[in-house]
């Protein structure tokens, strides 16, 4: 499977900013999706992650109530809506995708990731 991220940009604190990630090479419904983050001098975190079918969504303490993951298999798609941003959230967000039967904290695929950057 094959993604490429899109959508990051400078924004600046209290905005809002949706990120897309589009999948090819894979039958993307087979897969969990996942964003994952990378602040300048700090490790890789979780951000959120959606199952195969949509049906349930995990999120980071730190995103929950102002992150949203959705994703159109149809589309082969997997977005992030990010509404109430901080200067906090300023990073590079990658997407990820790990197929269903996988352990789940083996993310396989992994984009080449978009910045982020909020400006207070």
């Known amino acids: 499977v094959q993604l490429q991220a899109s959508g990051g940009g400078l924004v600046q604190a209290g905005d809002s900013l949706r990120l897309s990630c589009a999948a090819s090479g894979g039958t993307f419904s087979y897969y969990v999706m996942a964003w994952f983050r990378q602040a300048p001098g700090k490790e890789r975190e979780f951000v959120a992650r959606?199952?195969?079918?949509?049906?349930?969504?995990v999120y980071a303490d730190s995103v929950k109530g102002r992150f949203t993951i959705s994703r159109d298999n149809a589309k082969n798609t997997v977005y992030l809506q990010m509404n109430s941003l901080k200067p906090e959230d300023t990073a590079v967000y990658y997407c990820?995708?790990?197929?269903?039967?996988?352990?789940?904290?083996?993310?396989?695929?992994w984009g080449q990731g978009t910045l982020v950057t909020v400006s207070s």
């Open positions: 959606i199952s195969s079918g949509a049906v349930n969504t």
């Open positions: 990820a995708a790990r197929y269903i039967g996988a352990p789940q904290n083996k993310y396989d695929y």
